[in-house]
């Protein structure tokens, strides 16, 4: 079954304004990633947040992360066309049998 | 980034004929390959996860005898859909991750599969 149910399903900005995107999972994790898929393509790697960290950056990406809400959110600033994307979260649990789940992801479109 | 090679990115088969997919790390062994499906506009659903040199770990729906899953070295991890059907066309996405629990996982570029 998903783990990850983002939310919004569908998201469109304007050029330059920040995009939120937000996660939910249910069960225990060791970390939460962010992807990136462009259309018909594979997914880009974004940034990895572990269980026992809140808060992350990387460029114009920040993630949060509330493990008691079992939550995460992830924050595009100054948005770009560019960035227009579908946007995945996965968790990561299992110790030797470790693998990703994925939720059902955010579609972005950011108009120019 | 560490890189995944998946061949072919698109291919067309007739019904009942099989398919083989190709996945490799280019620059780092892989000791675990994960294979996923996706259905236009969904999620990605894993179905099986292979370790080089075991037989490979199907996820609960997914059939082994369909979808052959081989992992013979570090670096190659091939997916065959076997005798295939129409409702197997989607997109079929290789992972491989080098070592460690927590570390990332690297995609490939995705294999279309259409069936006529």
């Known amino acids: 079954s998903q783990q990850g149910e983002e939310d919004p399903q569908a998201l469109s900005i304007q050029e330059g304004e920040n995009a939120t995107m937000n996660c939910s999972y249910k069960t225990s994790i060791n970390n939460l990633q962010w992807y990136r898929q462009n259309s018909g393509r594979g997914l880009v790697h974004l940034i990895l947040?572990?269980?026992?960290?809140r808060e992350k950056h990387s460029g114009r990406l920040r993630v949060t992360l509330d493990t008691s809400k079992k939550s995460s959110s992830l924050l595009i600033t100054a948005s770009r066309a560019a960035d227009t994307a579908s946007y995945f979260c996965?968790?990561?649990?299992?110790?030797?049998?470790?693998?990703?789940?994925f939720g059902k992801g955010t579609l972005l479109t950011v108009n120019p | 980034g560490a890189v995944v090679s998946q061949h072919p990115s698109r291919v067309i088969c007739k019904s009942g004929t099989s398919v083989k997919i190709e996945c490799r790390s280019l620059d780092f062994q892989a000791t675990t390959m994960f294979w996923y499906r996706q259905f236009p506009k969904q999620s990605l659903m894993l179905m099986a996860t292979?370790?080089?040199?075991?037989?490979?770990?199907?996820e609960q729906g997914v059939e082994k005898d369909k979808f052959l899953i081989n992992h013979a070295s570090l670096t190659l991890s091939t997916l065959t859909v076997t005798s295939a059907h129409p409702e197997d066309s989607s997109f079929y996405i290789c992972?491989?991750?080098?070592?460690?629990?927590?570390?990332?996982?690297?995609f490939g570029q995705g294999t279309r599969l259409t069936v006529v």
């Open positions: 996965a968790t990561g649990s299992g110790g030797s049998n470790y693998k990703l789940t």
């Open positions: 292979s370790n080089e040199g075991s037989k490979a770990t199907y």
């Open positions: 947040i572990r269980s026992n960290e």
């Open positions: 992972s491989a991750r080098w070592q460690g629990v927590g570390t990332e996982a690297f």
